[in-house]
Protein backbone atom coordinates (compact mmCIF):
# COMPACT_ATOMS: atom_id res chain seq x y z
CA UNK A 1 0.00 0.00 0.00
CA UNK A 2 1.97 2.86 -1.28
CA UNK A 3 5.72 2.23 -0.71
CA UNK A 4 4.75 -0.19 2.26
CA UNK A 5 4.54 -3.87 2.39
CA UNK A 6 0.76 -4.77 3.54
CA UNK A 7 -0.32 -8.55 4.62
CA UNK A 8 -3.86 -9.75 4.37
CA UNK A 9 -4.83 -12.39 6.39
CA UNK A 10 -8.01 -14.14 5.72
CA UNK A 11 -10.31 -16.95 6.86
CA UNK A 12 -10.79 -18.00 10.32
CA UNK A 13 -8.09 -20.30 11.05
CA UNK A 14 -5.72 -17.74 9.59
CA UNK A 15 -6.91 -15.02 11.18
CA UNK A 16 -7.02 -17.58 14.46
CA UNK A 17 -3.78 -18.33 14.08
CA UNK A 18 -2.35 -14.34 14.44
CA UNK A 19 -4.47 -12.82 16.20
CA UNK A 20 -4.86 -15.37 18.97
CA UNK A 21 -2.17 -18.22 19.01
CA UNK A 22 0.65 -15.28 18.15
CA UNK A 23 -1.43 -12.63 20.16
CA UNK A 24 1.93 -10.85 21.03
CA UNK A 25 3.78 -10.87 17.78
CA UNK A 26 0.50 -9.43 16.04
CA UNK A 27 -0.04 -6.80 18.90
CA UNK A 28 1.18 -3.74 17.20
CA UNK A 29 -0.76 -0.72 15.38
CA UNK A 30 1.11 0.67 13.24
CA UNK A 31 1.56 4.60 12.05
CA UNK A 32 -1.19 5.28 10.38
CA UNK A 33 -0.94 8.79 9.15
CA UNK A 34 -4.51 10.35 9.82
CA UNK A 35 -4.92 8.74 13.13
CA UNK A 36 -1.40 9.35 14.01
CA UNK A 37 -2.52 13.65 12.93
CA UNK A 38 -5.65 12.89 15.43
CA UNK A 39 -3.83 10.93 18.12
CA UNK A 40 -0.50 11.83 18.66
CA UNK A 41 -0.13 7.91 19.18
CA UNK A 42 -2.16 8.61 22.83
CA UNK A 43 -5.10 7.25 24.20
CA UNK A 44 -5.60 3.17 23.30
CA UNK A 45 -6.69 2.56 20.27
CA UNK A 46 -4.12 4.02 17.98
CA UNK A 47 -1.29 3.98 20.71
CA UNK A 48 1.80 2.16 20.55
CA UNK A 49 4.08 0.02 23.14
CA UNK A 50 4.63 0.85 26.54
CA UNK A 51 2.03 3.79 26.08
CA UNK A 52 -1.02 1.34 24.76
CA UNK A 53 -0.09 -1.21 27.04
CA UNK A 54 -0.15 1.43 30.53
CA UNK A 55 -3.41 2.90 28.92
CA UNK A 56 -5.34 -0.33 27.94
CA UNK A 57 -4.53 -1.97 31.52
CA UNK A 58 -5.69 1.67 33.20
CA UNK A 59 -9.05 1.47 30.58
CA UNK A 60 -9.86 -1.91 31.56
CA UNK A 61 -9.49 -1.55 35.22
CA UNK A 62 -11.49 1.56 35.11
CA UNK A 63 -14.38 0.53 32.92
CA UNK A 64 -14.48 -2.41 35.30
CA UNK A 65 -14.82 -0.38 38.60
CA UNK A 66 -17.28 2.04 37.33
CA UNK A 67 -19.67 -0.90 36.82
CA UNK A 68 -18.80 -2.74 33.49
CA UNK A 69 -20.24 -5.73 33.76
CA UNK A 70 -22.11 -5.45 37.06
CA UNK A 71 -25.33 -4.08 38.08
CA UNK A 72 -24.54 -1.01 38.73
CA UNK A 73 -24.14 -0.18 34.88
CA UNK A 74 -26.94 -2.79 34.19
CA UNK A 75 -29.53 -0.37 35.95
CA UNK A 76 -28.00 2.48 34.27
CA UNK A 77 -29.11 0.75 30.60
CA UNK A 78 -32.40 0.09 32.15
CA UNK A 79 -33.25 3.86 33.72
CA UNK A 80 -31.63 5.15 29.98
CA UNK A 81 -33.87 2.83 28.35
CA UNK A 82 -37.07 4.34 29.63
CA UNK A 83 -35.88 7.78 28.11
CA UNK A 84 -35.64 5.78 24.97
CA UNK A 85 -38.71 4.47 25.00
CA UNK A 86 -40.83 7.73 25.90
CA UNK A 87 -39.11 9.49 23.42
CA UNK A 88 -40.06 6.64 20.63
CA UNK A 89 -43.41 6.43 21.76
CA UNK A 90 -43.83 10.01 21.47
CA UNK A 91 -44.15 9.95 17.92
CA UNK A 92 -47.50 7.84 17.91
CA UNK A 93 -46.68 5.64 15.65
CA UNK A 94 -45.51 7.73 12.84
CA UNK A 95 -42.81 6.77 10.64
CA UNK A 96 -39.56 7.87 12.21
CA UNK A 97 -35.81 7.84 11.89
CA UNK A 98 -34.97 6.98 15.43
CA UNK A 99 -31.07 6.25 14.56
CA UNK A 100 -29.91 9.90 15.90
CA UNK A 101 -32.25 8.74 19.72
CA UNK A 102 -30.77 5.35 19.56
CA UNK A 103 -27.70 6.86 19.36
CA UNK A 104 -28.31 9.29 22.28
CA UNK A 105 -29.14 6.76 24.66
CA UNK A 106 -25.98 4.60 23.76
CA UNK A 107 -24.09 7.72 24.47
CA UNK A 108 -25.51 8.41 27.55
CA UNK A 109 -24.19 4.90 28.78
CA UNK A 110 -20.60 5.74 27.58
CA UNK A 111 -20.98 9.45 29.18
CA UNK A 112 -22.23 8.33 32.51
CA UNK A 113 -18.93 6.38 33.03
CA UNK A 114 -16.65 8.84 31.20
CA UNK A 115 -18.20 12.03 33.23
CA UNK A 116 -20.43 10.34 35.66
CA UNK A 117 -23.75 12.21 34.36
CA UNK A 118 -26.27 12.00 31.26
CA UNK A 119 -27.51 14.46 29.00
CA UNK A 120 -30.63 15.50 27.79
CA UNK A 121 -31.44 14.09 24.20
CA UNK A 122 -31.75 17.93 23.08
CA UNK A 123 -29.09 19.27 24.71
CA UNK A 124 -27.04 21.59 22.05
CA UNK A 125 -23.72 20.25 23.49
CA UNK A 126 -24.81 16.67 23.63
CA UNK A 127 -25.84 16.87 19.90
CA UNK A 128 -22.87 18.72 18.54
CA UNK A 129 -20.97 16.28 20.27
CA UNK A 130 -23.00 12.78 18.25
CA UNK A 131 -22.58 15.23 15.45
CA UNK A 132 -18.91 15.57 15.66
CA UNK A 133 -18.35 11.96 16.21
CA UNK A 134 -20.69 10.82 13.02
CA UNK A 135 -19.40 13.03 10.35
CA UNK A 136 -15.67 12.24 11.78
CA UNK A 137 -16.63 8.42 11.15
CA UNK A 138 -18.68 9.37 7.76
CA UNK A 139 -14.88 11.63 6.55
CA UNK A 140 -12.46 9.16 8.28
CA UNK A 141 -14.13 6.26 5.56
CA UNK A 142 -13.79 8.65 2.43
CA UNK A 143 -11.40 7.63 0.09
CA UNK A 144 -9.20 10.57 -0.22
CA UNK A 145 -8.54 9.99 3.22
CA UNK A 146 -7.46 6.41 2.33
CA UNK A 147 -5.52 8.10 -0.43
CA UNK A 148 -3.95 10.57 2.30
CA UNK A 149 -2.76 7.03 4.77
CA UNK A 150 -0.96 6.04 1.28
CA UNK A 151 0.39 9.17 0.31
CA UNK A 152 0.69 11.85 3.60
CA UNK A 153 2.40 14.59 1.65
CA UNK A 154 -0.84 14.80 -0.03
CA UNK A 155 -2.59 16.34 3.15
CA UNK A 156 -2.03 20.22 2.44
CA UNK A 157 -5.08 19.05 0.22
CA UNK A 158 -7.93 17.55 1.26
CA UNK A 159 -10.66 19.24 3.25
CA UNK A 160 -11.90 16.07 5.10
CA UNK A 161 -8.42 15.96 7.00
CA UNK A 162 -9.01 19.50 8.58
CA UNK A 163 -12.47 19.20 9.18
CA UNK A 164 -11.52 15.72 11.38
CA UNK A 165 -9.11 17.80 12.88
CA UNK A 166 -11.21 20.80 13.49
CA UNK A 167 -13.70 18.01 15.11
CA UNK A 168 -10.87 16.46 17.39
CA UNK A 169 -10.27 20.14 18.61
CA UNK A 170 -13.79 20.84 19.64
CA UNK A 171 -14.35 17.43 20.93
CA UNK A 172 -10.77 18.19 23.05
CA UNK A 173 -12.23 21.73 24.65
CA UNK A 174 -15.35 20.54 25.73
CA UNK A 175 -13.49 17.48 27.66
CA UNK A 176 -10.69 19.95 28.71
CA UNK A 177 -13.43 22.26 30.55
CA UNK A 178 -15.15 19.02 32.19
CA UNK A 179 -11.90 17.94 33.54
CA UNK A 180 -10.77 21.49 34.98
CA UNK A 181 -13.96 21.36 36.46
CA UNK A 182 -13.41 17.73 37.97
CA UNK A 183 -10.24 18.66 39.26
CA UNK A 184 -11.83 21.49 41.74
CA UNK A 185 -13.87 19.18 43.47
CA UNK A 186 -11.37 16.08 43.13
CA UNK A 187 -11.50 13.40 45.36
CA UNK A 188 -9.06 10.15 45.48
CA UNK A 189 -11.78 8.15 48.37
CA UNK A 190 -15.21 9.74 46.29
CA UNK A 191 -14.35 9.07 42.16
CA UNK A 192 -17.72 9.90 40.33
CA UNK A 193 -15.91 8.86 36.97
CA UNK A 194 -13.25 7.60 34.47
CA UNK A 195 -12.34 11.14 33.98
CA UNK A 196 -11.55 11.79 37.66
CA UNK A 197 -9.61 7.88 38.06
CA UNK A 198 -7.41 9.38 35.50
CA UNK A 199 -6.59 12.80 36.92
CA UNK A 200 -6.15 10.63 40.82
CA UNK A 201 -3.49 8.40 38.46
CA UNK A 202 -2.08 11.71 36.95
CA UNK A 203 -1.77 13.24 40.59
CA UNK A 204 -0.13 9.75 41.96
CA UNK A 205 2.72 10.26 39.03
CA UNK A 206 3.28 14.17 39.18
CA UNK A 207 7.03 12.86 40.81
CA UNK A 208 7.69 10.74 37.91
CA UNK A 209 9.35 12.07 35.00
CA UNK A 210 8.30 10.71 31.35
CA UNK A 211 5.04 9.32 33.20
CA UNK A 212 1.77 7.91 31.01
CA UNK A 213 -1.18 10.33 32.73
CA UNK A 214 -1.27 13.39 30.69
CA UNK A 215 -3.65 15.39 29.26
CA UNK A 216 -2.60 14.32 25.77
CA UNK A 217 -3.50 10.50 27.45
CA UNK A 218 -6.97 11.41 28.65
CA UNK A 219 -8.07 13.78 25.97
CA UNK A 220 -7.55 10.90 23.16
CA UNK A 221 -8.93 8.13 25.79
CA UNK A 222 -12.42 10.06 26.07
CA UNK A 223 -12.43 10.82 22.93
CA UNK A 224 -11.59 6.55 21.52
CA UNK A 225 -14.26 5.24 24.36
CA UNK A 226 -16.60 7.51 23.46
CA UNK A 227 -16.89 6.90 19.49
CA UNK A 228 -16.02 2.99 20.62
CA UNK A 229 -18.85 3.32 22.69
CA UNK A 230 -21.36 4.97 20.75
CA UNK A 231 -20.95 3.95 16.90
CA UNK A 232 -20.75 0.31 17.77
CA UNK A 233 -23.17 -0.34 19.79
CA UNK A 234 -25.97 2.00 18.23
CA UNK A 235 -24.57 1.03 14.42
CA UNK A 236 -25.66 -2.41 16.03
CA UNK A 237 -28.78 -1.44 16.78
CA UNK A 238 -29.70 0.66 13.90
CA UNK A 239 -29.18 -2.33 11.77
CA UNK A 240 -31.12 -4.87 14.11
CA UNK A 241 -34.39 -2.94 14.11
CA UNK A 242 -33.84 -2.96 10.09
CA UNK A 243 -33.66 -6.50 10.23
CA UNK A 244 -37.10 -6.72 12.49
CA UNK A 245 -38.79 -4.55 9.72
CA UNK A 246 -37.08 -6.89 6.77
CA UNK A 247 -37.99 -9.89 8.86
CA UNK A 248 -41.39 -9.51 10.81
CA UNK A 249 -41.48 -13.67 11.50
CA UNK A 250 -38.27 -13.50 12.89
CA UNK A 251 -39.17 -10.46 15.47
CA UNK A 252 -42.57 -12.23 16.39
CA UNK A 253 -40.16 -15.26 17.71
CA UNK A 254 -38.15 -12.65 19.87
CA UNK A 255 -41.61 -10.99 20.89
CA UNK A 256 -42.81 -14.66 21.92
CA UNK A 257 -39.83 -15.77 23.99
CA UNK A 258 -39.47 -12.45 25.51
CA UNK A 259 -43.60 -12.91 26.76
CA UNK A 260 -42.50 -16.46 27.68
CA UNK A 261 -39.67 -15.63 29.71
CA UNK A 262 -40.14 -12.32 30.94
CA UNK A 263 -43.83 -11.44 30.77
CA UNK A 264 -43.95 -7.73 31.40
CA UNK A 265 -41.14 -7.34 33.42
CA UNK A 266 -38.12 -4.99 32.63
CA UNK A 267 -35.58 -7.23 30.60
CA UNK A 268 -32.21 -8.19 32.82
CA UNK A 269 -29.27 -9.73 32.25
CA UNK A 270 -30.01 -12.67 33.88
CA UNK A 271 -32.99 -13.31 31.49
CA UNK A 272 -30.53 -13.56 28.62
CA UNK A 273 -29.58 -17.19 29.43
CA UNK A 274 -33.17 -18.05 29.45
CA UNK A 275 -33.69 -16.91 26.47
CA UNK A 276 -31.69 -18.70 23.34
CA UNK A 277 -33.69 -17.47 20.73
CA UNK A 278 -32.99 -13.67 21.50
CA UNK A 279 -29.64 -14.20 22.07
CA UNK A 280 -29.27 -15.97 18.71
CA UNK A 281 -31.09 -13.25 16.97
CA UNK A 282 -28.43 -10.62 18.31
CA UNK A 283 -25.44 -12.43 17.75
CA UNK A 284 -26.68 -12.92 14.11
CA UNK A 285 -27.54 -9.53 13.74
CA UNK A 286 -23.50 -8.55 14.61
CA UNK A 287 -22.04 -11.72 12.40
CA UNK A 288 -24.51 -10.42 9.36
CA UNK A 289 -24.35 -6.82 10.11
CA UNK A 290 -20.61 -6.91 9.92
CA UNK A 291 -20.26 -3.36 10.84
CA UNK A 292 -15.96 -3.40 10.72
CA UNK A 293 -15.26 -5.58 7.63
CA UNK A 294 -11.49 -5.01 7.96
CA UNK A 295 -10.18 -4.98 11.50
CA UNK A 296 -8.28 -1.96 12.70
CA UNK A 297 -4.40 -2.42 10.88
CA UNK A 298 -1.74 -4.39 12.95
CA UNK A 299 1.73 -4.45 12.96
CA UNK A 300 3.97 -6.96 13.46
CA UNK A 301 5.86 -6.55 17.30
CA UNK A 302 8.36 -9.26 16.15
CA UNK A 303 9.57 -11.25 13.26
CA UNK A 304 7.00 -14.30 12.99
CA UNK A 305 6.27 -17.10 10.66
CA UNK A 306 2.48 -17.80 9.71
CA UNK A 307 0.96 -20.70 8.04
CA UNK A 308 4.48 -21.43 6.42
CA UNK A 309 5.41 -17.49 5.28
CA UNK A 310 8.00 -15.55 7.25
CA UNK A 311 7.02 -11.99 8.21
CA UNK A 312 9.28 -9.52 9.21
CA UNK A 313 8.98 -6.97 12.62
CA UNK A 314 7.32 -3.94 11.41
CA UNK A 315 5.18 -5.36 9.09
CA UNK A 316 1.33 -3.53 7.86
CA UNK A 317 -0.84 -6.27 8.73
CA UNK A 318 -5.10 -6.25 7.77
CA UNK A 319 -7.01 -9.00 9.29
CA UNK A 320 -10.16 -9.11 7.17
CA UNK A 321 -12.90 -9.88 9.95
CA UNK A 322 -15.76 -10.28 7.60
CA UNK A 323 -14.00 -13.66 5.85
CA UNK A 324 -14.36 -15.04 9.31
CA UNK A 325 -17.89 -13.72 10.02
CA UNK A 326 -18.95 -15.37 6.12
CA UNK A 327 -16.13 -18.10 6.30
CA UNK A 328 -18.17 -20.80 4.74
CA UNK A 329 -16.17 -23.75 6.67
CA UNK A 330 -17.87 -21.97 9.77
CA UNK A 331 -21.05 -21.25 8.87
CA UNK A 332 -24.00 -23.07 7.35
CA UNK A 333 -25.27 -19.72 5.35
CA UNK A 334 -22.40 -16.63 5.73
CA UNK A 335 -24.38 -14.65 3.07
CA UNK A 336 -28.02 -14.73 4.97
CA UNK A 337 -29.56 -13.51 8.29
CA UNK A 338 -29.73 -17.08 9.77
CA UNK A 339 -30.48 -17.43 13.91
CA UNK A 340 -30.04 -20.95 13.53
CA UNK A 341 -26.38 -20.35 13.28
CA UNK A 342 -26.30 -19.62 16.74
CA UNK A 343 -28.48 -22.65 17.80
CA UNK A 344 -28.24 -26.17 17.74
CA UNK A 345 -30.65 -28.81 16.77
CA UNK A 346 -32.30 -28.47 20.43
CA UNK A 347 -33.32 -25.05 20.06
CA UNK A 348 -29.94 -23.70 22.74
CA UNK A 349 -27.48 -21.37 22.18
CA UNK A 350 -24.31 -22.36 20.66
CA UNK A 351 -21.02 -20.39 21.05
CA UNK A 352 -19.18 -20.02 17.96
CA UNK A 353 -15.13 -19.71 17.99
CA UNK A 354 -15.47 -18.03 14.55
CA UNK A 355 -17.79 -15.46 15.98
CA UNK A 356 -15.31 -12.13 16.55
CA UNK A 357 -16.91 -8.57 15.62
CA UNK A 358 -15.08 -7.18 18.43
CA UNK A 359 -11.90 -8.85 17.03
CA UNK A 360 -9.44 -11.02 19.20
CA UNK A 361 -6.40 -11.10 20.90
CA UNK A 362 -4.49 -8.40 22.76
CA UNK A 363 -6.39 -5.47 20.44
CA UNK A 364 -9.67 -7.23 21.10
CA UNK A 365 -12.10 -4.18 21.88
CA UNK A 366 -11.77 -2.86 25.49
CA UNK A 367 -16.11 -2.84 26.10
CA UNK A 368 -16.90 -5.77 24.91
CA UNK A 369 -18.66 -6.95 27.83
CA UNK A 370 -20.81 -3.17 28.08
CA UNK A 371 -21.59 -3.82 24.50
CA UNK A 372 -23.36 -6.88 25.19
CA UNK A 373 -25.24 -5.69 28.10
CA UNK A 374 -26.40 -2.81 25.99
CA UNK A 375 -27.17 -4.73 22.81
CA UNK A 376 -29.39 -7.19 25.13
CA UNK A 377 -31.05 -4.71 27.39
CA UNK A 378 -31.97 -1.99 24.59
CA UNK A 379 -32.51 -4.89 22.01
CA UNK A 380 -35.27 -6.32 24.17
CA UNK A 381 -36.53 -3.95 25.94
CA UNK A 382 -37.90 -2.34 22.87
CA UNK A 383 -39.03 -5.46 21.35
CA UNK A 384 -41.28 -5.95 24.45
CA UNK A 385 -42.89 -2.83 24.32
CA UNK A 386 -42.83 -2.03 20.19
CA UNK A 387 -43.67 -3.76 17.23
CA UNK A 388 -41.71 -2.43 14.36
CA UNK A 389 -42.93 -1.98 10.92
CA UNK A 390 -42.32 -0.11 7.64
CA UNK A 391 -43.89 2.89 7.02
CA UNK A 392 -47.63 2.56 5.14
CA UNK A 393 -46.64 1.62 1.31
CA UNK A 394 -43.82 0.15 1.73
CA UNK A 395 -42.79 -2.98 1.56
CA UNK A 396 -40.49 -5.56 3.28
CA UNK A 397 -38.95 -6.04 -0.38
CA UNK A 398 -38.56 -2.64 -0.47
CA UNK A 399 -36.09 -2.81 2.21
CA UNK A 400 -32.60 -2.10 1.30
CA UNK A 401 -29.93 -3.86 3.10
CA UNK A 402 -26.66 -2.50 1.38
CA UNK A 403 -24.62 -0.41 2.91
CA UNK A 404 -23.96 3.30 3.02
CA UNK A 405 -20.30 4.85 2.61
CA UNK A 406 -18.61 5.21 6.32
CA UNK A 407 -15.31 4.01 8.28
CA UNK A 408 -17.25 1.57 9.47
CA UNK A 409 -20.45 -0.36 7.94
CA UNK A 410 -23.86 1.59 8.57
CA UNK A 411 -27.42 1.34 7.44
CA UNK A 412 -28.91 3.52 4.84
CA UNK A 413 -30.84 5.96 6.25
CA UNK A 414 -34.43 4.06 7.14
CA UNK A 415 -37.77 5.12 8.87
CA UNK A 416 -40.05 2.57 10.99
CA UNK A 417 -43.18 2.74 12.50
CA UNK A 418 -43.03 1.76 16.39
CA UNK A 419 -46.56 0.67 17.63
CA UNK A 420 -46.90 0.29 21.42
CA UNK A 421 -47.91 -3.43 21.74
CA UNK A 422 -51.11 -4.42 23.92
Keep these: MGHRKVVVISGYETVKEALVNQA ?36 LTALRDFGMGKKAIEDRIVEEYGHLADSI ?51 AGKPLVTMYNIFPYLGFLLRANKALLRNRD ?32 QQEEKSTTNGYFHNGNLLSLVSNLFTAGVETISTTLNWGFLLMLKYPEIQKKVQDEI ?15 QMPYTDAVIHEIQRFANILPLDLPHETAADVTLQGYFIPKGTYIIPLLT ?23 NGKFVKKDAFIPFSAGRRICAGE ?22 PPGV ?28
Aim: neutral net charge; charged residues 25%.
Design 24 to 59: DAFAERPKIPIFEDLTKGNGVVFAHGENWKVMRRFT
Design 89 to 139: ASQEGNPVDASKIINAAVANIIVSILLGKRFDYKDPRFVRLLSMTNENMRL
Design 170 to 201: EFHDFVRVTFVENLKNLDKNDQRSFIDAFLVK
Design 259 to 273: EQVIGSNPPRIEHRA
Design 323 to 345: SVLKDKSQWEKPDMFYPEHFLDA
Design 369 to 390: TLAKMELFLFFTSLLQRFNFLP
Design 395 to 422: SNSDLDLSPAISFNVIPKPYKMCAVARS
